[in-house]
């Protein structure tokens, strides 16, 4: 048997759509440029790898949730940094009219067009990448707002909101998913940059002189999160950041990369940020932000360790490192099947159930175990996210289920009336074993327990 990845980004785009993970936005209007909607698959899948995220980060005894609204004080963009520095130096092609980013078109040390190579270009403009709109009925300088660019400061403005109702002491954290929007020059490669886009963002505070234990710590915890969704070594890796490409704020910052089928780009930052921000929210609103150490009876600001990926990019590569061909030697010629191995926590559904056929009673026997698979027990067994499927022939429903990723599909027969078994055939290894109804849904929770060995 031959194996093949991903090689081409199209292949996965044109999956999603057929398969209902993701759509162009606005498809019947003619699209709009970078946005996509996530189909009932992709919005599932997306839904777990933010619970994974989620359940990692607050099922940790030092760190608490937030979410923060979108919206916020037009001032805190101004102590952030981002109404003066959020630019891209935008250039524009005097050849062929491209518009593109001056840094990321650089050639043997010239800027030239990425589409026409030309070097006979505009001067450089720095472009603020916040979307502005205003709120309320009268547009006036002071109802100006923005979209905000990044969560993280939802939790630096909330610092002391959550330290005290919570009664945190140094270090602790505070995790947050949310829209983020930037008017990206360059946005592309499917979901990878987008203008709309979520984040997955913590914040972690503690006492300076320890940030930089903590920095290698969180470090730590990042990588065996990344190994807990299943990543390949061999697709992911750091890379540290140089001084020039350290942001404004950030002491030392580390990238979390992904060999996407486009090469090696950023999944995620981790960055100690100092006390850059609450420092400047302490200037700009006036308010104290001080903690005070009970211990050392001395107040002082908070260093920050952040956290931060992009939720549709951490989807995307999963779906990219799901991605794989099988190709056999069968009697009849070759033979391939596409099949995307989500771990089965991330699948968007775990189980299908497939009537042999859709005469009675195989029907209404198959609604019951779909209603006993999809409702969590009191005995500890959990629910389930099951498909049913009774469109076309039980070998076109195999092969659909691999192409969605449903590690286990179960068929009733006629034989099933009599034996009280179904069949359950497992989507990596294409193994079908009779199973008896009565423990189907404890042997399909037992094998899913099993995490590790259901390897993307
Ligand atoms: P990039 O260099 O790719 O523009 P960044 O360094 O500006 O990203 P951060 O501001 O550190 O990114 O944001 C944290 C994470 O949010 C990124 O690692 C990425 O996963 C995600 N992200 C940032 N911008 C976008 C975007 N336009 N579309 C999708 N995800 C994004």
């Known amino acids: 048997m031959k194996i093949k990845g991903l090689d ?49 980060m607050t099922s940790q005894k030092n760190i608490v949730g937030l979410d923060a609204a979108i919206f916020m004080h037009p001032k805190v963009w101004e ?3 981002h109404v003066e520095g959020f630019t891209d130096p935008l250039v524009d092609c005097k050849a062929c009219k491209t518009r593109f980013r001056a840094d990321q078109s650089i050639v043997d040390g010239n800027v030239v067009c990425p589409s026409c190579q030309s070097d006979d270009l505009t001067e450089e403009r720095a472009f603020n990448l916040m979307f502005q709109t205003q709120m309320g009925p009268v547009k006036d300088e002071g109802s100006a707002v923005y979209l905000r660019p990044e969560t993280a400061q939802g939790i630096f403005v909330n610092f002391e909101n959550v330290q005290t109702s919570m009664r945190k002491k140094l270090p602790f ?3 947050q998913i949310g829209k983020s ?53 061999e697709n992911i890796k750091w890379h540290e ?13 580390y990238d979390v990369t992904y060999k996407f089928p486009f090469g090696w780009e950023e999944l995620e ?23 005070f150490d009970p211990q050392t009876q001395k107040k002082f600001l908070p260093y920050v360790i952040e956290t931060a990926v992009g939720c549709d990019r951490l989807t995307l590569a999963i779906l990219c490192q799901a991605y794989r061909e099988e190709t056999r030697t069968t009697e009849k010629g070759e033979d391939t099947r596409v099949v995307m191995g989500f771990l089965p926590k991330l699948a968007p559904y775990q189980v299908a159930i497939l009537p042999l056929s859709k005469k009675e009673p195989l029907l209404t026997e198959c609604d019951k175990i779909f209603e006993n698979l999809t409702q969590a027990s009191s005995h500890g067994t959990q629910d389930l996210r099951v498909d049913f499927d009774i469109t076309g022939s039980i070998g076109k429903r195999y092969r659909r289920q691999d192409e969605i990723g449903t590690p286990l599909c179960v068929t009733y027969d006629f034989d099933s009336i009599e034996d009280k078994k179904v069949t359950v055939r497992h989507r990596d290894t294409m193994v079908q074993e009779r199973i008896s109804i009565e423990n189907l849904k404890t042997y399909i929770t037992d094998s899913f327990s099993q995490d590790a060995q259901w390897g993307l």
């Open 269 to 291: 930052g981790v960055h100690n940020r100092s006390d850059f921000d609450l420092s400047q929210h302490q200037k700009m609103s006036g308010k104290k932000l001080e903690y």
């Open 241 to 253: 950041h140089g001084e020039k490409e350290l942001a404004h704020y950030a002491k030392q910052a």
């Open 79 to 81: 102590a952030s940094g």
């Open 181 to 233: 929007f930037r008017n990206e020059i360059t946005p592309g490669n499917f979901i990878f940059r987008t203008r709309e886009f979520e984040q997955m963002e913590m914040q972690f505070f503690v006492t300076p002189g320890e940030d930089e234990a903590w920095f290698d710590i969180w470090k730590e915890k990042r990588w065996a999160f990344y190994k807990t969704l299943g990543f390949n070594e």
């Open 173 to 175: 954290g505070i995790a």
């Open 8 to 56: 081409e980004l199209s292949t996965l785009v044109s999956l999603c759509k057929r398969r209902g993970f993701i759509f162009q936005s606005s498809e019947i209007y003619g699209g709009l440029n970078s946005c996509w909607d996530y189909g009932p698959l992709g919005a599932q899948l997306k839904l777990q790898v933010k619970l994974a995220w989620w359940k990692a």
